[in-house]
């Protein structure tokens, strides 16, 4: 016991240390997963997973990707897809299919399997792991309409690419005997209505119970068994079908007005991590170093034909006459990496077809991870140069959310504005909101703390917050709010603060950080404005470098921001250590200097009507 304790402790430990890693030196986690597994698995036999865990194996496995499938389906909401919704529908319909045949082609004369194993492997190259697809997505920074592609190919295709195996195994089954022809279309039909009807039925039920008849705390343990239940049932009826329910189950709840789904949407992408980091550990440890080694010539001669000539042949026809362009199909095309699904299924099924009497079904595992590792490693680090080659990358820069409109946060938005860096501010009076609109800065009417908020602003866009109300605890529950999603150390707040000595503890308690030190009151500032201070914007040169900057400006001058030569901004009382440098651009509130430098932008404020300060 204390032995399987320790190992299970392991895959913990490894799973996280190389998300940790990843994100440190911004790398797919998945690559470093897949090396730790192998490290302490096949190279050193230190975990051999189907070993230590026995009959357990296989259950934790298939329940760990179903939820990792429902958590995927609630990123995804209907409204992303209106402009793409029939290449969504052509790559998943028709792509899909293609890609089935020619992998199987390819595994079979190319990597030398006998056609049963050679079709499973085929259904599940099908899929495109969204445990991989989706931090590439986050790093690349690609323009709405490839990424919502990619996003939606990748959640959907998994079931899909599931379910393809399951057919070609049960075909097989009934071609040798083992399972009538009408027994096989009955399950099919049952298990393929169960899984549509019964995820969109249980998407709906959840929905539902969750205003007003499941308190806060059971929601979240309600969700997770329901999702197990749901896989269950639907795969005792027909194998992998649960992942089908769970997903459409997912997408069902995504598009409903659901109360507390930020919660739950937080609780369910802790709990992926964690799953998918042991997952990767637990499968890439399970293989077999003769396996790997048996490998040769014909496995990389069928990784070059799924990589350069099966997916991009089959995503081209697909999408030929879908409306994209000819760079978003080009970059659809060549970015499809696997991850944990593949790895899963194929895992599954190499067993089940070796108990049938195929001897290469072992290979399906070690197969499915050449692809996985080589698409991990060929389209992870290729996916930004590419899109930037191809002119899909968004053109808009991480940008500032500032929460309460008032002639304050209107001169801030207007000095970013001015220097190409987004803002939006977001405040549910109308009338604070006018004078921004009259200026054309973009704007948010209504509650920032509503789920339709979460709906219908793009937060990713924004790297940072500024809650700058007339109101200190609503810009605390503002900050404590969003902290969970754009970090604690990336939220900011107006507001005196009593007890500056703890300031560094409460802000990661409740609240976020000052943005100013000492604090600034609401009121305060719109003292300074009316006394002419203004914002101000200044380059910093060779010539002219930050001690040159602190020794021109009058000594109370309050810098806010300032943003690196790469668009990164950089709050002036955040968690980083660095000062500006040279080329960076830092804005200020302040009184006019004394004396003007050359090397400064200087702009007069613009002031804006008295009305529009918030009472």
């Known amino acids: 016991m204390t032995g399987l304790l320790m190992k299970m402790a392991l895959i913990g430990v490894a799973g996280i240390a190389a998300q940790w890693a990843a994100w440190r030196i911004r790398i797919p986690a998945i690559a470093l997963l897949l090396l730790a597994g192998i490290l302490i698995g096949p190279v050193t036999g230190f975990l051999d997973p189907k070993e230590s865990f026995g009959d357990l194996y296989k259950p ?39 890609v089935w045949l020619f992998s199987a082609l390819a595994a079979h004369y190319a990597a030398g399997l006998d056609w049963v194993p050679a079709i499973v492997l085929g259904g599940i190259l099908v899929v495109t792991g969204p445990t991989v697809i989706m931090p590439l997505l986050r790093q690349a920074q690609l323009a709405p309409r490839p990424a919502s592609l990619l996003r939606w190919e990748a959640i959907v295709n998994d079931p899909i690419g599931a379910l393809f195996a399951v057919l070609a195994f049960e075909t097989y089954l009934v071609i040798n005997g083992a399972l009538t022809g009408g027994a096989l279309v009955t399950t099919i039909a049952l298990a393929i209505l169960m899984a549509v009807g019964g995820g969109y039925g249980l998407g709906l039920l959840l929905a539902r119970a969750f205003k007003g008849y499941v308190p806060e705390y059971l929601k979240s343990p309600v969700l997770v068994t329901t999702v197990l239940l749901a896989y269950a049932i639907s795969d005792a009826i027909l194998k992998e079908t649960g992942l089908l329910t769970v997903t459409i189950m997912g997408i069902t709840m995504a598009n409903t007005r659901m109360a507390s789904m930020g919660d739950l949407r937080h609780f369910k992408e802790t709990v992926t991590v964690l799953l998918v980091s042991g997952l990767f550990i637990m499968l890439t440890a399970s293989l077999k170093l003769e396996t790997m080694l048996s490998l040769g010539w014909g496995a990389l001669i069928f990784v070059i034909i799924i990589l350069f000539i099966a997916r991009p042949i089959a995503i081209f026809i697909a999408t030929t006459g879908s409306g994209i362009n000819w760079r978003e199909k080009t970059l659809v095309a060549w970015i499809a990496p696997r991850g944990i699904v593949a790895v899963a299924v194929s895992g599954l099924f190499g067993d089940a077809l070796v108990e049938q009497g195929f001897e290469d079904g072992a290979q399906l595992t070690a197969l499915t991870f050449a692809v996985v590792a080589s698409t991990i490693i060929l389209h992870g680090f290729t996916l930004g140069p590419l899109a930037s080659l191809l002119k899909l990358k968004s053109a808009e820069r991480p940008g500032l959310l500032i929460v309460g409109g008032s002639t304050w946060s209107l001169a801030l938005a207007e000095k970013l504005k001015e220097n190409d860096i987004s803002a939006l501010i977001a405040d549910n009076n109308w009338n604070h909101l006018r004078a921004a609109r009259l200026a054309d800065i973009p704007v948010y009417f209504g509650e920032v703390l509503s789920e339709a908020a979460h709906h219908d602003i793009t937060f990713n866009r924004y790297s940072d917050l500024v809650a700058a109300s007339d109101n200190d605890a609503y810009n605390s529950l503002v900050c404590t709010e969003f902290g969970r999603e754009m970090g604690r150390g990336n939220v900011f707040q107006l507001g005196l603060v009593r007890n500056e000595d703890r300031r560094s503890d409460l802000s990661f308690t409740l609240g976020g950080r000052s943005l100013f030190n000492p604090g600034k009151t609401y009121a305060e500032l719109r003292d300074k404005m009316r006394e002419g201070w203004s914002f101000h914007s200044t380059r910093l040169t060779d010539e002219y470098d930050f001690s040159d900057y602190l020794t021109e400006r009058p000594a109370d001058t309050k810098i806010v921001l300032w943003v690196g030569k790469d668009g990164t901004i950089y709050m002036r009382e955040g968690l980083h250590k660095q000062e500006p440098q040279t080329g960076d651009l830092i804005i200020a509130f302040g009184p006019e200097p004394k004396e003007k430098v050359k090397a400064e932008t200087i702009t007069t404020k613009k002031e804006a009507p008295e009305t529009d300060i918030a009472p």
């Open 60 to 98: 934790i496995i298939a329940l760990s990707v179903a939820i990792i499938l429902f958590e995927g389906g609630l990123t995804l909401k209907f409204k992303e897809i209106k402009e793409t919704s029939t290449a969504v529908r052509r790559i998943i319909l028709i792509g899909g299919p293609l």
